[in-house]
């Protein structure tokens, strides 16, 4: 009965850590130290869990690195979140002019071109407002 016990409780741990290994921290992909604004035209949408990502090109602007010109990945928050926000998948389809706030990839000096989106603003005006955890 003992060894049942405690074989039963190393097993939820182990899940435990599997579970929370699968979700990362925002800190752990992106420097939350920082924050870049970019503006673009969507190209692309994947529409998952956990979390939605929205390509985009974007052009070269005189106050900005040239390494910020090209397609990034932008990682929004989960389905349900951008449905709260008031934003939609038809509000996101490529095409869509965008300006995004948020935090740049840590391997942004390596080229990848990635950030996690904090705040998305559509052509009509339309803003809004994540909170990712950190």
């Not at 005189?62 to 709260?84: C, L, M, Y």
């Not at 996101?92 to 950030?115: D, R």
Request: include cysteine; charge should be positive; glycine fraction near 8%.
């Amino acid at each position: 009965m003992r060894s049942s016990i405690v074989l039963f409780i190393a097993l939820g741990l182990l899940f435990i850590q599997v579970s929370a290994s699968a979700h990362h921290a925002t800190a752990v992909q992106y420097d939350t130290s920082k924050t870049i604004t970019l503006k673009g035209v969507i190209t692309r949408l994947d529409w998952a869990n956990p979390h939605v990502h929205v390509y985009m090109d974007v052009k070269a602007q005189k106050d900005r690195p040239e390494n910020w010109t090209g397609n990034w990945d932008v990682e929004f928050a989960s389905p349900g979140g951008i449905i709260v926000s008031g934003l939609t998948k038809d509000s996101l389809k490529p095409g869509t002019v965008i300006t995004i706030k948020g935090y740049p990839s840590k391997k942004l000096l390596t080229l990848e071109q990635a950030a996690c989106a904090t705040e998305v603003k559509l052509s009509d005006g339309l803003t809004v407002h994540f909170v990712v955890g950190i």
